[in-house]
Nanobody, 111 residues
Framework: QVQLVESGGDVVQPGGSLRLSCEAS????????VHWHRQAPGKQRELVAS???????NYADSVKGRFTISRDNSKSTVYLQMNSLKLEDTAVYYC?????WGQGTQVTVSS
């Protein structure tokens, strides 16, 4: 059974940085693509970034140049480095692997 646990969410000022982590267990992590999504209050959940099993990455236009997704297969963990955070980045951030979701971690950008 796949289990995903996110961490690293916090309250940060505009322009600040955070690194989110998604630790996976229960399967051969290294063979799978992993995705970060986010959901802001009153909005639909959206795809933010993806990393393929081979390391190729993709980003939503809204975060390109500010966010970096990476993975450490030895730790079964995917990271989302978020820089130059904006008010509109406030959301619950979720990681996903196939149809399995983590519980989410709250990121709040506020002055």
């Amino acid at each position: 059974q796949v289990q995903l646990v996110e961490s690293g969410g916090d309250v940060v000022q505009p322009g600040g940085s955070l690194r989110l982590s998604c630790e996976a267990s229960g399967f051969a992590f290294r063979f799978f693509d992993v995705h970060w999504h986010r959901q802001a209050p009153g909005k639909q959940r959206e795809l933010v970034a993806s990393i393929a099993s081979g390391g190729a990455t993709n980003y939503a236009d809204s975060v390109k140049g500010r966010f970096t997704i990476s993975r450490d297969n030895s730790k079964s963990t995917v990271y989302l480095q978020m820089n130059s955070l904006k008010l509109e980045d406030t959301a619950v951030y979720y990681c996903r692997l196939t149809a399995s979701w983590g519980q989410g971690t709250q990121v709040t950008v506020s002055s």
